[in-house]
């Protein structure tokens, strides 16, 4: 039950409505907020560059297409890398949370054998069952990435809908650079250096209050 149309069913999976709970985490860019490192659209658009570029962005979009293309006997330590390259324990629930709800989806409407797993690796493997091109399903999956930080943003400051689009716009070259480059690496290629990006997320565990869960 995938359609006619690639890009209808892939757009429908990485649609910022289907209930995969994004909208619940800030990836760490609450604590980012707080402590003045992001405080406008400038600040949000550097943010979410380095994310793309140095962070889970380009780790997550080489992991689809590894789990796009694995079997069913290495599949299991793809799931257990991207469990393991999670710097945090929210970060960890992210991807977990996301992924499982992802495959929820896939068993329950198109009927895909998506095992619970953190998400790139879900949908990589979704992807492959259900016969999608990878190279389709990565750009969409980061400007889904993007579109929700920006959506963050908009409720932790002052930060109009047109600001927020705006980085949206202007990150989309980011985005296909990143998912262009991505088709040829390899889980050995992963490595990132979002360092505080990543400290961000450490820290959002301690913090209270707070509106999202990471």
């Known amino acids: 039950m995938t359609g006619s149309d690639p890009v209808l069913t892939l757009a429908h999976w990485l649609s910022s409505a289907f209930p995969t709970g994004a909208f619940a985490y800030s990836h ?16 949000l658009q550097d943010w979410l560059s380095a994310l793309l570029t140095d962070g889970a962005g380009r780790s997550d979009a080489i992991l689809i297409h590894a789990a796009a293309a694995a079997t069913p006997a290495t599949l299991p330590d793809i799931a257990a890398l991207a469990a393991a390259l999670q710097p945090a324990a929210e970060r960890l629930a992210e991807t977990l949370g996301q992924g499982g709800a ?74 296909a650079a990143v998912a262009d480059t991505a088709r040829d690496l390899t889980p050995d290629d992963i490595g990132g250096a979002g360092f505080a990006i990543d400290i961000a997320a450490m820290r959002h565990e301690a913090m209270e209050p707070r509106i999202f869960r990471s």
Do not use: I
Not at 120 to 136: E, I, K
């Open 28 to 43: 760490g860019l609450e604590v980012a907020v707080r402590d003045g490192h992001v405080s406008d659209a400038a600040g």
């Open 102 to 175: 992802f495959a929820a989806m896939m068993r329950g409407v198109w009927k895909l054998d998506v095992a619970d797993m953190a998400l790139p690796v879900a949908l990589g493997r979704a992807c492959a069952l259900a016969g999608l091109p990878p190279d389709m399903a990565v750009p969409l999956y980061l400007q889904g990435m993007v579109m929700n930080l920006a959506q963050a943003a908009q409720r932790l400051m002052p930060l109009g809908q047109t600001a927020a689009q705006g980085v949206v716009a202007r990150l989309a070259p980011t985005v």
